[in-house]
C-alpha cells in the first residue's frame, strides 16, 4: 500500500497568512493526488485533484503543485473559512489512502 | 444539484450485521462508480470500497474485505454497504462519495455521513 505522510500534522496561523501544506508518498504516483478539507462535524470536501487542478467552485486561493512523491496544498490568504482539516489522497493505485491530515488553527 | 443521503447507521453489537444506504440524486447514477470512506471518532478519513458504474466491479480495502460487501441499485439510484461481522474497530461515520474520474478514481461529492457504533 502506498503510504501517505502530512507535515505538519497542525498549525496555527493567522487570517491573511500564506499556509503551506506538505503531502509526501512512499512511492511515485505521478499527479494522481487529491485534496479535501474538512470541518468539524462535516464531510469532507473535495478542492483539489491531479495535484494542481481546482474542483468546480473552489476559490482560486487554494492551489496544488507537485508531481512523484513530493506535494503541496497553499491557502494564499488564510480566511476565517479556511479553518479545518485537510487530506491528501493518492489515487494512483487501490487501495486509496489519505494522510493524516493537518488542523488549521487560529 | 448533486445530493448523497447515507442511512441506515446506528449501534450493533459485535459479530452482527448491518447494511447502509446512500441515495443519489441530482446526476446520473448509473454513469459513475461510487467509494464508502469512513472516519473513526477522532480520527482521519479511511478508503472502505469502490464499485463501479455497473456493479461489475468491486475494489475493498483489507479491513473490509470478506467481511464487507459495496453494491449498487441503478433502477433506484442507491448505493449499498452491507457491513457482516462487524468489529468495534468498524465504529466510524461511513461517507459514500461520487467518483467523476474516467480512467482513474477521482472523488468530488460527499454524502453526509452516517454514523456506525460497534459496542456490546
Known amino acids: 500500500d502506498i503510504q501517505m505522510t502530512q507535515s505538519p500534522s497542525s498549525l496555527s496561523a493567522s487570517v491573511g497568512d500564506r499556509v503551506t501544506i506538505s503531502c509526501r508518498a512512499s512511492?511515485?504516483?505521478?499527479?494522481?493526488l487529491a485534496w479535501f478539507q474538512q470541518k468539524p462535524g462535516k464531510a469532507p470536501k473535495s478542492l483539489i485533484y491531479g495535484a494542481s487542478s481546482l474542483q468546480s467552485g473552489v476559490p482560486s486561493k487554494f492551489s496544488g503543485s507537485g508531481s512523484g512523491t513530493d506535494f503541496t496544498l497553499t491557502i494564499s490568504s488564510l480566511q476565517p473559512e479556511d479553518f479545518a482539516t485537510y487530506y491528501c489522497?493518492?489515487?494512483?493505485?487501490?487501495?486509496?489512502?489519505f494522510g493524516g491530515g493537518t488542523k488549521v488553527e487560529i | 444539484q448533486v445530493q448523497l443521503v447515507e442511512s441506515g447507521g446506528g449501534m450493533v453489537q459485535p459479530g452482527r450485521s448491518l447494511r447502509l444506504s446512500c441515495a443519489a440524486s441530482g446526476f446520473t447514477f448509473s454513469s459513475y462508480a461510487m467509494h464508502w470512506v469512513r472516519q473513526a471518532p477522532g480520527k482521519g478519513l479511511e478508503w472502505v470500497a469502490v464499485?463501479?458504474?455497473?456493479?461489475?466491479?468491486?475494489y475493498y480495502a483489507d479491513s473490509a474485505k470478506g467481511r464487507f460487501t459495496i453494491s449498487r441499485d441503478n433502477s433506484k439510484n442507491t448505493l449499498y454497504l452491507q457491513m457482516n461481522s462487524l468489529r468495534a474497530e468498524d465504529t466510524a461515520v461511513y461517507y459514500c462519495?461520487?467518483?467523476?474520474?474516467?480512467?482513474?478514481?477521482?472523488?468530488?461529492?460527499w454524502g453526509q455521513g452516517t454514523l456506525v457504533t460497534v459496542s456490546s
Open positions: 462519495a461520487r467518483d467523476f474520474g474516467t480512467s482513474v478514481p477521482e472523488i468530488d461529492y
Open positions: 489522497q493518492q489515487y494512483n493505485s487501490y487501495p486509496l489512502t
Open positions: 512511492q511515485d504516483i505521478s499527479n494522481y
Open positions: 464499485i463501479s458504474y455497473h456493479g461489475n466491479n468491486q
